[in-house]
């Protein structure tokens, strides 16, 4: 007689095995619950890592999904829901921080800069107070998170506190 050809995916499922597209529809659903799960252990070390700096909010919540990072809860003051963001928003990984938390405390909102090669505290200070001696308010500012004023690093985002003249 010779050769037929099937497609071998087409007909009754004799062996008890699975189709190709079964296969490919089990690994995707596999792929989104690791990813599922990848991202609730990052939230859960975020929220640790805001307990471990001391940052206080109420019901922290906080969701990833993709490189998107939604925060919720109740700040005592807008330093530290600052602060807060620039934690998550400072982690591999986390592009966008969409913050939908409120503060008990209003105060006026910090600006924030974005380290470039080259950029030191006192430059950064120069930059937006005019004095490059004022480079321990952005230091003071961005405590814990910050250890050394001396230890920037390109592309980490910092706050730049409003400060009386």
């Known amino acids: 007689m010779g050769l037929f050809s099937f497609i071998k995916d087409a007909g009754a499922k004799i062996f008890g095995g699975k189709t190709s597209a079964e ?45 998107t990072a939604t925060i919720r809860g109740k700040a005592l003051n ?24 409120e503060v008990e ?22 930059k937006f107070y005019g004095n490059a001696m004022k480079y321990p308010e952005i230091f003071e500012a961005n405590k814990p998170m910050l250890t050394d004023p001396d230890k920037i690093y390109p592309g980490q985002v910092l706050r730049i506190p409003h400060i009386e003249e």
């Open 105 to 126: 405390i209003t105060e006026p909102e910090a600006r924030f800069h974005t380290v470039v090669s080259g950029d030191s505290l006192s430059k950064i200070a120069k």
């Open 23 to 67: 296969e490919a529809a089990e690994a995707a659903a596999d792929k989104v619950a690791a990813v599922k799960a990848a991202n609730l252990e990052a939230a859960a070390g975020l929220k640790e890592t805001i307990n471990d700096l001391d940052l206080k909010v109420e019901n922290l919540d906080i969701a990833i999904a993709g490189d």
């Open 78 to 101: 807008q330093s530290t829901k600052e602060k807060v963001v620039l934690v998550v928003g400072n982690s591999a990984g986390i592009a966008v921080v969409d913050d939908l938390m």
